[in-house]
């Protein structure tokens, strides 16, 4: 089981405000940035303030403020998993949940 030391609120509040800091960096002002980016004004102004806004719009402000390529990494394939030292170690790892094969109801089969 993972260990989260930070909320999924504390990571949208620093996403917000990294955005904040990189459009500062570049010298815009929010209404010049939503411009560029296609995203309203008062999304942008919620964005900087709440942190929310919607997937599309943080993508197009990703792509307005030359970052895009970061959400590539995002739910990326995970690193495999060493080893076990043990059988012990082997029967503890969490198996990996795999798509389902057939549909609900139907049995397999002939």
Same mark, same amino acid.
């Given at each position: 089981m993972a260990?989260?030391?930070r %909320?999924?609120q504390?990571?949208?509040t620093g996403? =917000?405000?990294r #955005?904040?800091?990189r &459009?500062?960096?570049?010298?815009?002002t929010? &209404?010049?940035? =939503?411009? @560029?980016?296609?995203?309203?004004?008062?999304?942008?102004? &919620? #964005?900087?303030?709440?942190?929310?806004?919607?997937?599309? !719009?943080?993508l197009? $402000? =990703?792509?307005?403020?030359d970052c $895009?390529?970061?959400f590539?990494?995002? =739910?990326?394939?995970?690193?495999?998993i060493?080893?076990?030292? !043990?059988l012990?170690a082997?029967?503890a %790892?969490?198996a990996? @949940?795999r798509r389902? %094969?057939g @549909?609900?109801? &139907? !049995?397999?089969?002939?």
């Amino acid at each position: 089981m993972a260990v989260y030391l930070r %909320t999924a609120q504390e990571v949208q509040t620093g996403i =917000a405000g990294r #955005f904040k800091a990189r &459009r500062l960096a570049m010298n815009l002002t929010q &209404r010049e940035l =939503a411009a @560029r980016s296609g995203v309203t004004w008062s999304s942008l102004k &919620r #964005f900087e303030r709440e942190g929310l806004i919607a997937l599309g !719009s943080l993508l197009n $402000l =990703a792509l307005a403020l030359d970052c $895009l390529d970061d959400f590539d990494k995002l =739910a990326g394939e995970r690193q495999p998993i060493p080893a076990a030292q !043990s059988l012990d170690a082997l029967l503890a %790892t969490p198996a990996l @949940r795999r798509r389902a %094969t057939g @549909r609900k109801g &139907r !049995s397999h089969g002939i």
